[in-house]
């Protein structure tokens, strides 16, 4: 089972993520745009500190998974991961960057070589040569990352009803013997059966 994720600010809880923090000596706070009157960024600090050793950004999905945490964000054809180690978070964090360039992977399981300790994540992105036969339908991929091994999974289920770009998307996924749970922007939870 993939560990909780998060999309920040809208499927998060500050109490819920904190709680998570704690075994590593770390607390989150959000910061607030008064202009914009919206949550702008999650700061991390240790717990006996007010100075904040990491940002992670709006609207960027995060996970703990192991003792490391990973935030991404993603765009067409793009999912850009950052790996943070939470037991060596300091004043001047070693933060792991990687750009995964979907557009030369093909559909199913593909081997790509990472240096991310990640063991199982699973996520959504538009994959821009993803045809259907109509023009109102969505192309988004289930993307599973287990170590080295990135599985695409056409996401039939929801970009056959049309999708509304920019308006309602999938955010977060959980995935469970086979099983993918997920939630997203302005749709009701879903199940998706992937074998």
């Known amino acids: 089972m993939t560990a909780t994720q998060y999309y920040f600010p809208y499927f998060f809880q500050l109490d819920t993520f ?5 075994s590593f000596g770390l607390l989150s706070s959000v910061t607030y745009d008064e ?8 700061l991390l600090k240790k717990q006996t500190s007010k100075d904040p050793l990491l940002s992670i950004p709006f609207g960027a999905t995060i996970m703990l998974e192991r003792n490391k945490l990973f935030y991404w964000k993603t765009d067409t054809n793009l999912i850009d991961i950052v790996q ?6 300091n004043e001047e964090p070693e933060l792991l960057n990687a750009k995964i360039d979907l557009s ?3 559909l199913g399981k593909n081997h790509v070589k990472s240096y991310l300790d990640v063991g199982l994540l ?3 992105v538009r994959k821009e040569n993803l045809t259907y036969n109509k023009d109102y339908f969505e192309n988004f991929v289930i993307v ?6 990135i599985n695409l999974i056409p996401f039939d289920w ?6 509304d770009y920019g308006y309602v998307w999938p955010a977060l996924a959980r995935l469970d013997t086979g099983k993918l749970y997920g939630q ?3 749709m009701a939870n879903f199940t998706v059966d992937l074998d």
Do not use: C, P, W
């Open 158 to 163: 929801f970009n056959k009803t049309g999708g």
């Open 84 to 89: 943070v180690d939470l037991f060596s978070l």
């Open 35 to 42: 202009k914009a009157q919206m949550l702008e960024s999650l």
């Open 144 to 149: 599973i990352i287990e170590q080295e091994q």
């Open 184 to 186: 997203g922007m302005r």
């Open 104 to 106: 030369h992977l093909q």
């Open 122 to 124: 699973v996520t959504y």
């Open 18 to 22: 904190n709680k998570e923090l704690a």
